[in-house]
């Protein structure tokens, strides 16, 4: 298969899935670097696997969006809730227009690099609260993407409707380790285990069998 | 009239236009510095009509834009061809998916300050050259914006099959001081006066019977 693909690659569970069940169409892959408490934690597991994998891995910084942005994900672990992703308080760490911005940026990119396709890994958990993951969005978001190319790109975003378990499950069958993976939105060394990205991660790998090895903090035996 | 509007202002003819055209709705200007050989010239023009009207100015970095991206509107004013606006060698200046990368970043800065439209200064003539300055693009992109956002922001773009001309007449109907805009690709001190957009401008203003005071450099007399 032709390696004609640029992923959008953060380093949590979903993305990383993506790049090893995707690798024979990926050519570059590209890391936003954009003030969230967990961005460097990210970029330390984008960089193993794409190291691990032989993927050329570009580290965008877009510096306007810590300076100018509202998100509690931009504002410290202690701005970050405690709960469930689904619910109503988790509201506070959109970041506005996150994906849109992300994947304009990644679009030019392919396009400099004679690419014809961008990949990401949104899910169907993200739509309860993110409006820039859900179906529409990204649908009018592909269509931008191919109007605005002089070459058609196209946007391939095929876990839009799966579950995280379903995303685990696919990582299973391709042995990802997922200890080298990051979710908490905290941003600490460890997982917190509390916050709803932690929730939905420890609930994604037991519902798809996987014995998690990740550390969190609120475990202490 | 509410000021409910955040504009794209480059400091050129068009956008300078829109923004006294549509100054009833306008709470913020974006200016966007990404590398281009006259991004500081235009930057110049913005923050004077800013100041003049009372419009608070942001400037965003793009550095990755500079780094990244292949155009020849990025490498220097030796890389921009002559000629007229709409020829084949004018597609070197294309920079990929700028205006998509900027209006995603619009509309993120404004569902942070609560704004619910961004506004674009493209028009019909730039068409041919650019895909993302069509309608099919500013279509599909306010559709992105609207389903990538909580309070389903708009995209603005009422030049989009204006010609230059058309946009200088309103602008003369304002009073627009168009020796304080600048368009030169070359991004020199004066005006080339041989570059496509320096066509485009003469032209504009000519056909617009606007006294054309600019400083063009091919103009000895």
């Known amino acids: 298969m032709e390696k004609d693909s640029l992923i959008v690659l953060s380093g949590g569970m979903d993305s990383v899935t993506m790049l090893y069940d995707k690798i024979d169409r990926i050519a ?10 967990h961005n460097l934690r990210e970029l330390e597991c984008a960089r193993l696997h794409c190291k691990k994998l032989g ?12 300076e100018y942005f509202h998100s509690s994900l931009l504002e410290g672990a202690e701005a970050i809730p405690d709960g469930n992703y689904e619910d109503e308080n ?7 227009f996150r994906n849109g911005i992300m994947l304009a940026t990644a679009a030019g990119l392919a396009e400099s690099r004679g690419l014809r396709t961008v990949m990401l890994a949104n899910h169907g958990g993200d739509h309860t609260i993110y409006p ?16 605005g190319t002089y070459e058609n790109l196209s946007l391939y975003a095929p876990y839009t409707n799966l579950t995280k378990t379903e995303i685990a499950k696919i990582g ?8 080298t993976t990051y979710s908490c939105y905290k941003g600490g060394k460890y997982h917190c285990g ?13 519902q798809a069998g996987i014995t998690d090895t990740t550390i969190y903090e609120d475990i202490t035996d």
């Open 194 to 206: 509390q916050c709803g990205t932690c929730c939905e991660r420890r609930e994604a790998l037991a």
């Open 90 to 96: 988790m509201r506070s760490t959109v970041v506005p």
């Open 132 to 147: 820039d993951c859900t179906p529409e969005f990204i649908a009018a978001m592909d269509a931008a993407i191919s109007a």
């Open 172 to 179: 299973k069958s391709l042995n990802i380790d997922y200890s």
């Open 55 to 66: 993927v050329e891995l570009l580290e965008i910084h877009l510096d306007f969006m810590g």
């Open 28 to 37: 570059l892959a590209v890391n936003f670097i954009y003030g969230s408490n």
